[in-house]
Each structure stands twice: as C-alpha cells, then as structure tokens.
C-alpha cells in the first residue's frame, strides 16, 4: 500500500510535468506567488551560505533564484522531464535521481553541502525517511536543512490529527492536471521527532501567512545537524 | 492595555479560586480528565527527575501526583486562595508568589531545579516572557522545561493566526465561575522563538489528541536549557 501510494506520487508528477513547468513559469500558483516562494528564499541565509542541495527541485526555479547570490546549487528530482526543463534554464548543477539514490551526490561538486532544501518536495511517507537518513552523509557538520511543508494546522480540520495517507486534488490548477497523487500527512509533532531522530535540531518554524486571511500558507523548519 | 489584561487574568483567578479548586478536585473538566493532565504526567520522566517547579500550580494537583514518585516538588501560584487549598492537601512546598518574583526561589529547598512544568499557567504577554527569562538561574545545567498549552491549530481558525490578546469564557464550567479574562494567543513559531530567546532548544513536542474528535487536545513543549 505504502510502495503503491509512493509510486503514484512519482507517476503524477511524470505525467504531470509539462502542466507544473508551465504553473510555475507562468506564476499562476497564488499561493507560491503571494507567499511560499519569497518564504523560503527568506529562509536561506543568502550571505552565509555558499553550497546548497534542493532536493526536489522541480522545473528549478528556486536553484535559478539563489543563484543569483552565487549559491552554487546542485537540484535534484526523480523526474526526467523536470529535471531537462530544470536544466534547460540553467542556475544550478541538475541530476534526475530518486531519492534513495542521494548519497551518490556526496563526491561532487559542492558537496558536502552547507544547506539541503526540501521546498513542497516531502510528499511520501518511506521517501521523506528515505531523503532524511542521508542528509547526514551529505551536509557539512553544523549543517542545515529547511523543509517548506503543507502546514499540519491547516489540513482538514475534519480529519483525525494523525500521521497518514491523505487524498490530493488538483483543485486550482488548470484542466491539463490529471491524476493527483495520495500525500502522507504528518503531525507537528512527527516532524519534529523524525528530524531529531535524523540528528536534526529544530532551530526555528516559520508559518507564512496568506495575505487575504492571515492563515498559513505553510510551515517552514529550519534545523542544524548536531554531533 | 497590556498590563491592564495581564491584572484581568490575575483578578480573574482570585475570583474563581474556589470554583476552580472544586472543579479541578471533582474533576468536571472533561478535556483534563480525559487527556491533559495525563498527558503532562506522562512527559514528565518520572524516574530520572528529582526536583520540579511547579509554575502556576494552582490547587496543586500536579504536585501531588509527581510527589506520588517520590519527586520534591515545588509549586508557585500568584493567587492565595490556590496556594491555600495546594498547601491544605500537601504533596509540595506549595509559596504564594507573582511571577516576576520567581527568582526568590533560587536559594530554596530543590533548586537549582531539574525541572519546571507549566500546565496551563503562561496566559499573558508579558507575564510568560518574565517566567522564561527568570527560568535559567532557577534551574539546573541542561534542566528542562514542560509547557503544556492550548495548541496554536486549534484556536479558532476564523482569525488571524498572529499573536495578541484574545477573549476567552467559561464556556463548559458551571454557573459559579465569573469574569472570564483574556488570554495571550502565540502562533507555533512565535513559542519557539520565545523559548530560544531565552536560552531554551527543543527537545519534543506532543500534541495529545481528544479521544472523540482525535483533534490536539493540548500541545506539550519539551525543552531543555543550553549552554
């Protein structure tokens, strides 16, 4: 069940990659563009760190954006079609792998790195386990991981508050969107021990609010590798 | 106005003392009955920990069941008539101070402490901020700090989630309880940050859930004092 949930979050996005490139170039994302995308480019410490992994990098526009500060940025993702469209546009070092092949990154250029980025790229339940358990191998010590996520506050107030499987859509996105893929849904409190578990200390949250109701848009964590 | 509401939650508890020591003592207070109190029995690590501050002890309850496990246990409570009904039941050293006088207690029986719990008790603005930053010369090396409190998701979701000042009632307790007083909401990351300000990293966070609606009943912070 798990592998099968899994599975169809990789073929959404296969099947989906052209529509998301087109979403995010386009801008018409409300939420990414009012809030989410500036959130965590905030989060990053723009003069401080030199070498960054994004780790789910989409159509690469976050690689392409801390490029700009002379972040070398190696982007990575499972899917090809992303991955060429990522590197088409240039702005950083991109790789299609999924991400129980991460370690293979830590002979290479930037490595080890001073920063992993997960932005909306932690949608399984054995895969976010699986990106957290080598991140220690490829960050630098002291180093540092931000996770953007749905926030646990503002999913579903109908639905138990409890670690699991939850249905998507594509509500908001045009009609070339099809087949949206199952999500895990994690507590705050599962988040935070599955970092700790990883040697991750939470150093702080963000919540950035959406303009029109003042609600997340979404939570950020920041949070240090320790010895 | 602050310090105006800061006086409407004191004069408030020095109101209801009596209502409240009835209700905490016949248990009437289903969400405490059913998850809370066990739940801030549980994070406490009953075999590792010998002496606890016990801030905003109220009637004393807590005390009384950690001192079950042999724990000396101090509780603070700036209301008289609470401390009176705590010290009438025993279970602690139970002392009538306000907040801001906390430090007194450096030099008395069990301090340096290995553990200050509050349950329910930082209700204020400014009043929480004068307990956290009197927290590290009270406490031991490395001492840790529980604070169980109403879970920032779940506090009506149709305002802005920022922090403030926000009205509360008495909605569920019986006829005798008067005046309810405001209480300071603080988003997630606003706690955090607070606690880190004051030299605190965290350890845990438990969100015990409603067993009929398995929505957070609480959230429970589990933190430590850094070097």
């Keep these: 069940m798990v592998d099968h949930n899994e599975r169809r979050i990789l073929n959404t996005w296969q099947r989906n990659a052209d529509s998301w490139t087109r979403a995010v170039r386009d801008g018409t994302i409300a939420s990414r563009q009012q809030v989410t995308d500036q959130a965590v480019v905030d989060a990053v410490p723009l003069c401080q760190v030199t070498s960054v992994i994004d780790i789910g990098c989409g159509e690469g526009w976050l690689a392409r954006r801390l490029s700009e500060s002379g972040i070398v940025v190696t982007g990575i993702d499972a899917t090809h079609a992303l991955v060429d469209a990522a590197t088409k546009n240039g702005g950083g070092h991109f790789q299609c792998l999924n991400y129980n092949e991460l370690h293979s990154l830590?002979?290479?250029?930037g490595a080890p790195f001073e920063l992993a980025v997960c932005n909306f790229s932690l949608l399984g339940e054995s895969s976010t386990e699986t990106v957290l358990a080598q991140l220690a191998a490829l960050l630098q010590p002291a180093?540092?991981?931000?996770i953007q996520t749905l926030h646990p506050a503002e999913c579903n107030s109908e639905l138990p508050y409890q670690d699991g499987w939850r249905q998507s859509s594509w509500d908001g996105f045009d009609s070339t969107f099809t087949d949206p893929a199952p999500w895990y849904f994690r507590t705050l409190s599962s988040w935070l021990t599955l970092l700790r578990h990883h040697g991750f200390s939470m150093q702080k949250i963000s919540e950035p609010l959406l303009p029109?109701?003042?609600?997340p848009a979404s939570i950020i964590f920041i949070a240090t590798l320790t010895p």
């Design 106 to 109: 830590a002979a290479i250029c």
């Design 143 to 146: 180093g540092r991981l931000i």
């Design 212 to 215: 029109s109701s003042k609600r």
